[in-house]
């Protein structure tokens, strides 16, 4: 039909760079400063594959990656928008993590679900 928008047909998600992980990692303790502009990128690509959040982290560094997941978590409790439950970027942190043998220590995932309401910080939903 003409004129007859088709929600499913809109894409806005983006895949994740490195250079902006970086740029997220620098306001991991407040996401609501950085700035419209980093806002809306860090929002689209929230949603983007597995495969796209491996491929963003491969050239960073763990701490900015641990960086990165706070940045989301916190931005998931006060910024609109990025309310993500299971898909929360700090779940693919962990993963990603997890499968190098680099697990973050007890007292990073402490503060981490300290900062939450989302039950499935850090590991995501363990039906899935």
């Known amino acids: 039909m003409i004129g ?8 806005t998600t983006t895949s994740p760079t490195s250079a902006l992980l ?7 303790d407040s996401p609501q400063t950085a700035g419209a502009q980093l806002t809306q990128q860090a929002l689209s690509v929230l949603k983007a594959s597995a495969d796209d959040w491996d491929k963003a982290f491969t050239d960073v560094s763990d701490d900015i990656l641990i960086a990165v997941a706070f940045f989301y978590v916190r931005a998931e409790m006060v ?5 993500s439950g299971s898909s929360n970027p700090a779940i693919h942190v962990f993963r990603y993590l997890k499968g190098l043998g680099r697990r973050p220590e007890k007292e990073t995932v402490k503060a981490m679900k300290a900062a939450t309401d989302n039950r ?3 590991h995501g939903d363990a039906l899935a």
């Open 4 to 11: 007859e928008w088709d929600p499913s047909a809109t894409n």
């Open 22 to 28: 970086e740029q997220l990692a620098a306001f991991a």
């Open 79 to 83: 910024l609109p928008g990025f309310e």
């Open 120 to 122: 499935f910080i850090p």
